[in-house]
């Protein structure tokens, strides 16, 4: 099937400190596997992606690396800053019986809140 | 150069009234997605569309619920005799390629109340 796991919220940590945030994904075929960064009051935007096993994804300092051999994609950043803080959300192309790939399968979220 | 615009931004109804939810896609954009996210349970795939077809809708509930993406204007998702538990913030996404390397591009989402 097409599913996300991702660690729970809020995740509360101080300006300068490193993030780790957690996502595993069901292997049915071979998704892309993407994070996305939702800010108060405003839709998702993409922040990085990864097509395939060994890709890193990186952006404004966040990075994730496609793990197959644990079916992970976790983000990282070295240094977090208040802005940061917004809600992030793991995701992975649906896959379908009939081939193809449509769509995205999303994780439930992870609040981050940075404090100065 | 517009991205995915979605209104109303806010719609307010009473049970049993119906409500209406616009999207229209990224210009060349034949694609779109529709996701309700409610508190505490993240983003939830409902319907994927093109142009005069439902593609994916095995997100939406069997009843109430309905989606279309004309050839002409926008995409609607509609949804008939609203109940309490129908309020949530709705996405649209759009994309230009059918998945896999695609990336959606979200709208800044409609946000629900049902009184």
């Known amino acids: 099937g097409n599913s996300v796991t991702q660690m729970e919220g809020p995740v509360t940590l101080s300006e300068e400190a490193f993030l780790t945030i957690n996502c595993t994904y069901t292997?049915?075929?071979?998704?892309?596997l993407f994070w996305y960064v939702q800010y108060p009051g405003e839709g998702l935007q993409l922040l990085l992606k990864?097509?395939?096993?060994?890709d890193k994804g990186s952006n404004k300092g966040f990075e994730a690396t496609y793990r197959k051999e644990t079916t992970s994609f976790h983000l990282e950043k070295g240094s977090v800053q208040v802005s940061d803080s917004a809600v992030y959300f793991c995701?992975?192309?649906?896959?379908?019986?009939?081939?193809?790939?449509?769509?995205?399968?999303f994780g439930k979220g992870t609040h981050l809140i940075i404090q100065p | 150069n517009a991205g995915v615009m979605q209104n109303p931004r806010h719609l307010v109804r009473r049970r049993g009234q119906e409500a209406r939810l616009r999207c229209s896609p990224v210009?060349?954009?034949?694609?779109v997605y529709w996701y309700r996210q409610l508190p505490e349970e993240g983003l939830k795939f409902m319907v994927y569309?093109?142009?005069?077809?439902?593609?994916?809708e095995s997100g939406m509930p069997k009843e109430r619920f309905s989606a279309e993406f004309p050839k002409e204007g926008p995409s609607i998702l509609r949804i008939q005799q609203v109940v309490r538990g129908d309020s949530a913030a709705y996405f649209c996404?759009?994309?230009?390629?059918?998945?896999?390397?695609?990336?959606?591009?979200f709208g800044e989402g409609s946000r629900l109340t049902v009184l």
């Open positions: 996404a759009s994309s230009v390629l059918a998945g896999n390397t695609g990336e959606l591009f």
């Open positions: 292997a049915t075929g071979y998704p892309s």
């Open positions: 990864a097509t395939k096993a060994d």
């Open positions: 995701a992975r192309t649906m896959m379908y019986s009939g081939g193809g790939a449509d769509g995205l399968t």
């Open positions: 210009k060349g954009h034949s694609h």
């Open positions: 569309l093109q142009k005069e077809n439902i593609i994916d």
